[in-house]
């Protein structure tokens, strides 16, 4: 065993990225782009365009957190609508 390799059990599933790719959260959360892109321009889930001064393209990165939230809300309001 390699002196630097981690030995914990779920020590992968622990770490949470910060800012996550748009096709890296398509592939975690299971939405469409369209979707995704729907929640943006609604400022429903945080997220910013990295790009040099002066340059038309650039890397949109999502907030994982405000993505997982923003599901956990929604899957609180629709039991609620179900319960009621």
Known sequence: MRANSFNHVGTQAQLRPEWI?????????????????????????????L??????????????DSLDQFLKNEVKAQEAAVVA
């Open 51 to 64: 790009r040099e001064r002066n340059k038309i393209k650039g890397i949109r990165l999502i907030s994982f």
């Open 21 to 49: 790719r748009v096709d890296a959260a398509i592939r975690h959360f299971g939405l469409s782009r369209t979707k995704l892109y729907e929640l943006i321009t609604d400022r429903k889930i945080k997220s910013f365009c």
